[in-house]
């Protein structure tokens, strides 16, 4: 149950902001990191923190005609043009996965592979695998010619802007927002768009968040916690290549690799057949599933977010047109 007390007052609005974080940062326990679970969360979070602050604006009484409405349009457009860029980077997995389920289908056909039914595995994978070194140099060229443009660095006034008072403290609020939205943009684009792992989080926000955690701003500990700790698992990653970091993603290329291994395995040590078992052409399907259920519930998700960002930017502008023919009569 949403605490009204988060959107009747700045200051609630900030402890809502801190306890969504600190959240988030406990749930990497429970979820392998960069998973389909948990970045469903992170964009959950994005969407609950972006819709509560709509419901705070209304409960500030903000002047009509003042600069705020300009701020927040500002940041609403950066949050459309992020999750562009997210559905971009998702959608290319698409082909990827209907693929790799073909070749999960045509498996079940076979137990025994002698070697010219292995061969057309073995080019099939190859074929699938191409496929994903091509959509992922793409994401690459998305993340280098877009995203710089999001500024997604921390902003270095954003503890003085965030205790100020201008607009009744929703500067302060936007300043806040604008931080914790470049934060989360982030973690989703490593595991769905591109990620060069161990750089992505580093220097974005943490050396900000340091002398805040000094200055004894709650929400930008959380902020620099939750990005640290982003950091230190991602280090974690075995393999340590750039690309998109997607666990379910990283998991079903792991297992292609090892289908083509097997299947190679025939050539190469002049066997006459291959025996695969079933749990391991099973296992193949359900990573493919995974990975196929994943990205499209991310997909409708963003879509979702799309709508609502819509609504939100239309609800403020109402709001202040209502507000002037009101002060006109």
């Known amino acids: 149950m949403m605490d009204p007390?988060?959107?009747?007052?700045?200051?609630?609005?900030?402890?809502?902001?801190?306890?969504?974080?600190?959240?988030?940062?406990?749930?990497?326990?429970?979820h392998s990191l960069l998973s389909v679970?948990?970045?469903?969360?992170?964009?959950?979070?994005?969407?609950?923190?972006?819709?509560?602050?709509?419901?705070?604006?209304?409960?500030?009484?903000?002047?009509?005609?003042?600069?705020?409405?300009?701020?927040?349009?500002?940041?609403?457009?950066?949050?459309?043009?992020?999750?562009?860029?997210?559905?971009?980077?998702?959608?290319?997995?698409?082909n990827y996965y209907l693929s790799a389920a073909n070749i999960a289908s045509s498996l079940e056909n076979y137990h025994h592979f002698?070697?010219?039914?292995?061969?057309?595995?073995?080019?099939?994978?190859?074929?699938?695998?191409?496929?994903?070194?091509?959509?992922?140099?793409?994401?690459?060229?998305?993340?280098?010619?877009?995203?710089?443009?999001?500024?997604?660095?921390?902003?270095?006034?954003?503890l003085a802007e965030s205790n100020s008072n201008a607009f009744n403290g929703f500067r302060g609020v936007l300043y806040a927002m604008r931080n914790v939205n470049s934060l989360l943009i982030t973690i989703l684009l490593a595991g769905l768009v591109y990620c060069w792992p161990g750089s992505i989080f580093r220097d974005r926000?943490?050396?900000?968040?340091?002398?805040?955690?000094?200055?004894?701003?709650?929400?930008?500990?959380?902020?620099?916690?939750?990005?640290?700790?982003?950091?230190?698992?991602?280090?974690g990653i075995s393999d340590q290549r750039p690309g998109i970091m997607l666990y379910e993603?990283?998991?079903?290329?792991?297992?292609?690799?090892?289908?083509?291994?097997?299947?190679?395995?025939?050539?190469?040590?002049e066997l006459s057949e291959v025996l695969l078992h079933d749990e391991k052409i099973e296992n193949l399907k359900n990573c493919v599933e995974e990975l196929r259920c994943g990205v499209e519930a991310i997909i409708g998700q963003l879509d979702d977010f799309f709508d609502e960002i819509v609504e939100g930017r239309k609800k403020l502008?109402?709001?202040?047109?209502h507000h002037r023919s009101d002060k006109a009569k």
């Open 37 to 94: 679970q948990f970045l469903l969360k992170v964009l959950s979070s994005l969407q609950s923190f972006n819709s509560q602050l709509i419901i705070l604006v209304h409960n500030l009484h903000l002047p009509v005609g003042e600069k705020w409405l300009d701020e927040y349009m500002d940041e609403s457009s950066r949050l459309w043009e992020a999750c562009h860029v997210l559905k971009s980077g998702t959608s290319g997995m698409e």
């Open 205 to 235: 926000v943490y050396e900000e968040g340091q002398q805040h955690m000094m200055l004894g701003s709650a929400l930008m500990v959380s902020i620099a916690r939750l990005q640290q700790r982003m950091e230190n698992e991602s280090n």
């Open 114 to 158: 002698d070697r010219q039914t292995s061969r057309q595995v073995v080019r099939a994978i190859v074929g699938c695998q191409r496929e994903s070194v091509g959509f992922e140099e793409d994401n690459r060229s998305l993340m280098e010619t877009r995203v710089e443009a999001l500024s997604l660095r921390l902003d270095g006034n954003a």
């Open 5 to 30: 007390s988060c959107t009747s007052s700045v200051n609630g609005f900030y402890n809502f902001l801190t306890r969504g974080l600190e959240e988030l940062h406990c749930s990497i326990l429970s």
């Open 249 to 269: 993603f990283r998991k079903a290329k792991a297992t292609m690799e090892e289908m083509k291994l097997e299947m190679e395995s025939v050539g190469d040590y």
């Open 317 to 321: 502008v109402d709001m202040c047109t």
